[in-house]
């Protein structure tokens, strides 16, 4: 569930819990449509015969594949905030990015979130960064770690 901002004091809400999403599972058809719309049609995530030869054993979701999917978790997967009166909120882009294990084809990741940081930018427009981390189902290392910055403008 998305955290219900506090804005008459804002760094009041820095350190709590954003949320955590339901999961969402990594199959071959999402992999393979990823590489298409990236032209990105390297064997170890479109050839499944090739693949198990890799180290990785099999196919592997693209690291940018994970990452993108954090604009579907913070929106309509129950992570993120929830900014009285917004009007709307737009991707400000990343601080930090790191991809700590690959997802396998099959695999479930998730997103849970919590906010590092919030800054109000002009009234009504405020800048917030969250410290999100993708987990795969079933494993102790994470898919990536994050730092996502949402521009959000309120009335």
């Given at each position: 569930m998305a955290?219900?901002?506090?804005m008459?004091?804002?760094?009041?809400?820095v350190g709590k819990d954003c949320g955590t999403s339901d999961w969402l599972q990594i199959d071959q058809d999402r992999i393979n449509d990823f590489a298409d719309v990236t032209l990105d049609h390297q064997f170890i995530h479109v050839d499944p015969e090739r693949a198990k030869e890799s180290p990785f054993g099999g196919t592997i979701?693209?690291?940018?594949l994970t990452l993108s999917l954090l604009a579907y978790f913070m929106q309509s997967g129950g992570v993120g905030l929830d900014v009285p009166n917004r009007t709307m909120g737009v991707n400000y882009g990343l601080d930090k990015v790191r991809f700590l294990q690959?997802?396998?084809?099959g695999s479930k990741v998730r997103a849970n979130a919590k906010l590092a940081e919030a800054t109000e930018k002009k009234p009504g427009q405020y800048l917030f960064k969250m410290a999100v981390?993708?987990?795969?189902?079933g494993q102790e290392k994470p898919a990536l770690i994050a730092e996502s910055l949402t521009m959000i403008f309120a009335d």
């Open positions: 955290l219900k901002m506090d008459s004091d804002l760094q009041s809400n979701a693209h690291g940018y690959p997802v396998a084809v981390t993708v987990e795969i189902e």
